[in-house]
Structures are given as structure tokens and as C-alpha cells.
């Protein structure tokens, strides 16, 4: 579960977000929208550690995360992805999702051995990462270099990294920037197809409210860092502020 109290974070002269109280049950999928600069992206800086706000609260799963770092968040289970990919040109599509376990193998993955044993955390490590290869049906790219890989494919090993994250909550930021509207579709498929494989709860980002509301239990929109507007999608879309900016 996420839970914000009194959420607020200014930039100068500028509030991105104006105490926000959220309240997201540990697995649903909730859909953040709105217009440029409404604090969407700033919401999920500061959930993940990469903001500290000026005020108010943040739980995760029942503790008070306000202070913790990315990295400690990471431990907790909450996984977050960025606009864009970000991959190392000269590693293979594998060595990339494997970077999705490394809090998962104690130091002693290093070095390599010969032979592992069934239990050995590389071969573990190895394992999960080619599960969630073969989920997203990109299997036989594993020990490709992802700069040849096309951008759409490049976007699903950027997924599969986090899902070999394990997380108990992912937060993602835009995915289907930069996808045409049939790789987007069949990408939010995955997504989604990924959550209830996985039981995770999903709070996600996005522009296309048609395919938002397609996968999210419960609508949130923000308008110049405040929630106008909050609710299941068959609901949300009559509402007046949602109309006037998606719907008309």
C-alpha cells in the first residue's frame, strides 16, 4: 500500500504538488493523468526517493518512507521506471535484465563459477531473468546487444529489467513514449498481463486515457499539483474537468 498525507513540493515560486492525500490499496493498478506540468512525474519522484518533499508524509506497505533513498525503497519492493530507456550500449539483452536482481544476490555472485548448483543465486539470478524474457516474448534476444535491438524491443527489456526487479509496487512514467499506437497497445497488454502474473500493485503514467482507462481500476487526475478529479474509469470520464481536457 502508498499512502500520502499533506503531499507538497514547490520549485521556487512554483507548488508541483499541493498536499496531495493518496491512498492506494497494496495490489491495484491506479492511472495518473493530466496536463504537462501538473506534478505527475514529481508525484513519483517523490514516492521514489528521488525528491524529498517540502511537506507532508509518505507510507509504503505501513512505514514512513518520507527519507529513504531510491535504494532503500528498491529493498522495500517499490521499483520505479523512467520516460525513456535507459540501457548500456555492449551489454547483452540478459546481462541487462540480470541488473534487475542485484539486490537479490549477495556478494559472493562474484566471481563466476563453472558449475552451480540448481539453488546458486546466479543461476537463480539467470532463471528469472529469461522467465520474464520468455513472458514478454523476447526470449530469443537474450544474449543480443540491446543497441541492435529496435526501439519497441528496447522498451520491453527495459520492463523486463524491472519486473527481474521482483517489486511489490512498480511506478511507471509514461511507458509508451515513443511507441506507435499498435506497439503501445500490445505494450500495456504486457503490462498488465505482467501485474496479475506477478501480483503486483501498479501505479502508471500516461497520456492515452483510452488505454489508461483500460488498465487501471481507479483514475487519478492532476491540475496544477492538486487531484481534480478521483475514481473508477466508468465514473471519472463524466466528470467536467476530465472532459475538458480529454474527452472533448
Given at each position: 500500500?502508498?499512502?500520502?498525507?499533506g503531499l507538497s513540493?514547490?520549485?521556487?515560486?512554483?507548488?508541483?504538488?499541493?498536499?496531495?492525500?493518496?491512498?492506494?490499496?497494496a495490489?491495484?493498478?491506479?492511472?495518473?493523468f493530466?496536463?504537462?506540468?501538473?506534478?505527475?512525474?514529481?508525484?513519483?519522484?517523490?514516492?521514489?526517493?528521488?525528491?524529498?518533499?517540502d511537506q507532508?508524509?509518505?507510507?509504503i506497505g505501513?512505514?514512513n518512507?518520507?527519507?529513504?533513498?531510491p535504494?532503500?525503497?528498491?529493498?522495500?519492493g517499490?521499483?520505479?521506471g523512467?520516460?525513456?530507456t535507459?540501457?548500456?550500449?555492449?551489454?547483452?539483452v540478459?546481462?541487462h535484465?540480470?541488473l534487475?536482481?542485484?539486490?537479490?544476490?549477495?556478494?559472493?555472485?562474484?566471481?563466476?563459477?563453472?558449475?552451480?548448483?540448481?539453488d546458486?543465486?546466479?543461476?537463480?539470478?539467470?532463471?528469472?531473468?529469461?522467465?520474464?524474457?520468455?513472458?514478454l516474448?523476447i526470449?530469443?534476444q537474450?544474449?543480443?546487444l540491446?543497441?541492435?535491438?529496435?526501439?519497441?524491443?528496447?522498451r520491453?527489456?527495459?520492463?523486463?529489467?524491472?519486473?527481474?526487479?521482483?517489486?511489490k509496487f512498480?511506478?511507471?512514467?509514461?511507458?509508451?513514449?515513443?511507441?506507435?499506437?499498435?506497439e503501445?497497445?500490445?505494450?500495456?497488454?504486457?503490462?498488465?498481463?505482467?501485474?496479475?502474473?506477478?501480483?503486483?500493485?501498479?501505479?502508471?503514467?500516461?497520456?492515452?486515457f483510452?488505454?489508461?482507462?483500460?488498465?487501471?481500476?481507479?483514475?487519478?487526475?492532476?491540475?496544477q499539483?492538486?487531484?481534480?478529479?478521483?475514481?473508477?474509469?466508468?465514473?471519472?470520464v463524466?466528470?467536467?474537468?476530465?472532459?475538458e481536457?480529454?474527452?472533448l
Amino acid at each position: 500500500m502508498i499512502k500520502t498525507q499533506g503531499l507538497s513540493k514547490r520549485f521556487g515560486g512554483l507548488t508541483a504538488l499541493d498536499a496531495l492525500h493518496l491512498d492506494i490499496p497494496a495490489d491495484a493498478c491506479w492511472g495518473l493523468f493530466g496536463p504537462n506540468g501538473s506534478g505527475k512525474s514529481t508525484l513519483l519522484h517523490c514516492l521514489s526517493g528521488y525528491l524529498e518533499p517540502d511537506q507532508g508524509e509518505i507510507w509504503i506497505g505501513g512505514q514512513n518512507t518520507r527519507m529513504l533513498a531510491p535504494f532503500a525503497l528498491a529493498k522495500l519492493g517499490l521499483i520505479r521506471g523512467f520516460q525513456g530507456t535507459y540501457l548500456v550500449d555492449g551489454l547483452t539483452v540478459l546481462e541487462h535484465v540480470l541488473l534487475g536482481q542485484h539486490q537479490h544476490i549477495p556478494s559472493s555472485f562474484f566471481p563466476k563459477l563453472p558449475f552451480l548448483s540448481s539453488d546458486h543465486p546466479e543461476k537463480k539470478a539467470r532463471q528469472k531473468a529469461l522467465e520474464w524474457l520468455d513472458f514478454l516474448g523476447i526470449a530469443d534476444q537474450a544474449n543480443q546487444l540491446v543497441q541492435r535491438l529496435p526501439y519497441g524491443m528496447q522498451r520491453q527489456v527495459e520492463l523486463a529489467r524491472l519486473l527481474a526487479a521482483e517489486p511489490k509496487f512498480l511506478l511507471l512514467d509514461e511507458p509508451g513514449a515513443g511507441l506507435n499506437a499498435e506497439e503501445r497497445e500490445a505494450f500495456f497488454e504486457q503490462i498488465t498481463a505482467a501485474r496479475k502474473s506477478a501480483g503486483f500493485g501498479l501505479l502508471v503514467i500516461a497520456h492515452h486515457f483510452s488505454l489508461l482507462s483500460q488498465m487501471a481500476d481507479h483514475l487519478v487526475m492532476l491540475h496544477q499539483g492538486k487531484i481534480v478529479a478521483s475514481g473508477p474509469a466508468d465514473s471519472i470520464v463524466q466528470e467536467a474537468v476530465v472532459r475538458e481536457h480529454y474527452l472533448l
